[in-house]
Nanobody, 125 residues
Framework: QVQLVESGGGLVQAGGSLRLSCAAS???????MGWFRQAPGKEHEFVAA????????GYADSVKGRFTISRDKAKNTVYLQMNSLKPEDTAVYYC???????????????????WGQGTQVTVSS
């Protein structure tokens, strides 16, 4: 079992930055971690992922070059640094942990078995 707690969401103006954190506990050794988001009326979508090999990361095209995912294994925490935020980034952001070991970044939501409660990010224009 893995427990996940997100933090760091909030209200920011377009062009601003936020850093989301996801604190993990439980059986976190070798799992892959990812961030997904869901905006009102839209589907749950992949944002970024990082494998157990922290050199392996992946991003959705919509955030590439603006968001950076990182992982501190000593603290069991994953971060999502979000820069140059746009109104279309407004959503609830969820942290996920994979159901099995993932050396490489995993973008498929069905490979994630554990989810946090979500944190709201609102970007005003």
């Amino acid at each position: 079992q893995v427990q996940l707690v997100e933090s760091g969401g909030g209200l920011v103006q377009a062009g601003g930055s936020l850093r989301l954190s996801c604190a993990a506990s439980g059986r976190t050794f070798s799992v892959g971690m990812g961030w997904f988001r869901q905006a009102p009326g839209k589907e749950h979508e992949f944002v970024a992922a990082i494998g157990w090999s922290t050199s392996s990361t992946g991003y959705a095209d919509s955030v590439k070059g603006r968001f950076t995912i990182s992982r501190d294994k000593a603290k069991n925490t994953v971060y999502l640094q979000m820069n140059s935020l746009k109104p279309e980034d407004t959503a609830v952001y969820y942290c996920g942990a994979s159901s099995r070991p993932k050396v490489l970044a995993e973008y498929r939501a069905d490979e994630y078995a554990y989810w946090g409660q979500g944190t709201q990010v609102t970007v005003s224009s």
